[in-house]
């Protein structure tokens, strides 16, 4: 049974970080892309980074190039968002989701995902 579980979420002051945490399990972790998406309230889900099977590609949206750093520890079965300078915009709630195809590259669309977790809720705020 595949389950992601989200966790690293919390109240930032603008200019601040949040590292996200997905642990996985269920399924053969380092050969799948992980995604991160986020939304808010009345907007649709968007992509936010992602990472292919075997580190194959990561991939970011234009909005969080240069401030967010995706990575995965294999040994923990943990894929890892590190969000740098953040700001009011990035609130929201964020979620992990795994590709179930075998090897592949990850892309940014949520129709490449399959299985989701809960969210973790990001506030940015003063």
């Known amino acids: 049974q595949v389950q992601l579980v989200e966790s690293g979420g919390g109240l930032v002051q603008p200019g601040g970080s949040l590292r996200l945490s997905c642990v996985a399990s269920?399924?053969?972790?380092?050969?799948?892309?992980i995604g991160w998406f986020r939304q808010v309230p009345g907007k649709e889900r968007e992509g936010v980074s992602c990472?292919?099977?075997?580190?194959?590609?990561?991939d970011y949206a234009d909005s969080t190039k240069g401030r967010f750093t995706i990575s995965r520890n294999n040994a923990k079965n943990t894929v890892f968002l590190q969000m740098n300078n953040l700001a009011p915009e990035d609130t929201a709630v964020y979620y992990c989701?795994?590709?179930?195809?075998?090897?592949?590259?990850?892309?940014?669309?949520?129709?490449?995902?399959?299985?989701w977790g809960q969210g973790t809720q990001v506030t940015v705020s003063s």
């Open positions: 989701a795994l590709d179930r195809g075998y090897g592949s590259p990850c892309q940014l669309s949520i129709a490449g995902y399959d299985y």
């Open positions: 990472i292919g099977g075997r580190d194959v590609n990561t």
């Open positions: 269920g399924f053969t972790f380092d050969y799948h892309a």
